[in-house]
């Protein structure tokens, strides 16, 4: 478990962050969210032991990592914003260099070189020098030196910050794999990135914690949630009948695209209402569907107060 208690980091007058505290178990995928300048980074510089706390405690796996980094660093494995590596080198030594740091050598080494090759697919770049890889390429090798000691906590700041729809669709498959064994937490200030790998969201704004909850439980704050959307195939007169219904707040209808949009008082449901007076009218219907949750508008309420 890594347990944060208290969390607080000053630069000079300027606090980036603010009095933090939470815990992520084992199993957990924990999405750490915020706009860029939230704290983000230096909540898990302070994690990780690369940057010292003003206040507070950070315990990974009840080992107190200001009073003993080393020991928790060796539990963890880190991939800093941008992935950083030594350009002039190839994946191959510079992999070597990395396990040798971690205080492997010979077959072991070469063991954990292959593993970690195979499970990252860096197989056809070994050769390569690091400075003339994709973006993909090299986030992959940021992921697999920061587990080829098969760490217990793996922290992944922006992986998939500048990729393209492939590569983010490669990195968050390998990051679910690792996932089944390993506690994991990301940093990002994607939305997507919740929905796509996360089973818990965290999110921060100016240095503090402002929500904590499971994906869906961040998608229900959203107006959005549980609103219908449909499209008519004719012009009917349909925006009264819509606002009498039971439970609805309010109707807007979009007319360049045509769409209507029916929203339920907050955490009521509208789709059987709905449906049964489409149906009671013999109104055609083009398109229909009920919404989730938009992670954009929560986003925006929940850091700076705006309410869509």
Not at 244 to 265: A, C, K, M, W
Not at 278 to 287: A, F, G, K, L, R
Request: aromatic share 6%.
């Amino acid at each position: 478990m890594i347990q944060i208690s208290n969390l607080t980091r000053t630069f000079g007058s300027f606090t980036a962050v603010k009095d933090v505290s939470f815990e992520v178990k084992p199993g957990e995928v924990l999405g750490f969210l915020g706009p860029n300048g939230a704290g983000k980074s230096t909540t898990m510089k302070m994690i990780t032991g690369f940057l010292t706390p003003s206040a507070g405690n950070v315990s990974v796996l009840g080992v107190n990592v200001n009073l003993d980094p080393l020991n928790a660093q060796k539990q963890m494995g880190y991939l800093p914003e941008g992935a950083p590596s030594y350009g002039d080198m190839t994946v191959l030594s510079f992999l070597k260099f990395i396990g040798r740091v971690r205080g492997f050598s010979g077959s072991e080494l070469s063991k954990r070189i292959d593993n970690v090759v195979s499970k990252v697919s860096l197989k056809g770049v070994l050769n390569q020098r690091i400075e003339t890889l994709s973006k993909g390429f090299k986030r992959r090798v940021g992921i697999a030196q920061a587990i080829i000691h098969d760490p217990q906590i793996l922290i992944l700041d922006e992986p998939t910050d500048g990729l393209d729809p492939n590569q983010k669709h490669q990195v968050r498959e390998l990051i679910r794999t690792l996932s089944e064994d390993k506690i994991v937490i990301i940093s990002t200030h994607i939305l997507e990135e919740v929905s796509a790998v996360c089973s818990r969201a965290l999110i921060l704004s100016s240095g503090s914690v402002v929500f904590d909850g499971s994906p869906d439980e961040l998608a229900a704050k959203s107006k959005f949630h549980n609103a219908v959307s449909v499209k008519f195939t004719h012009n009917y007169d349909v925006i009264p009948k819509l606002e009498s219904l039971l439970n609805v707040f309010r109707v807007e209808s979009d007319e360049q695209s045509g769409l209507i949009t029916i929203y339920p008082d907050t955490g009521k449901t509208i789709l059987k209402q709905v449906n049964e007076l489409i149906h009671s009218q013999d109104w055609e219907v083009e398109e229909f569907h009920v919404e989730k949750g938009r992670l954009d508008d929560v986003f925006r309420q929940v850091t700076i107060g705006e309410v869509a």
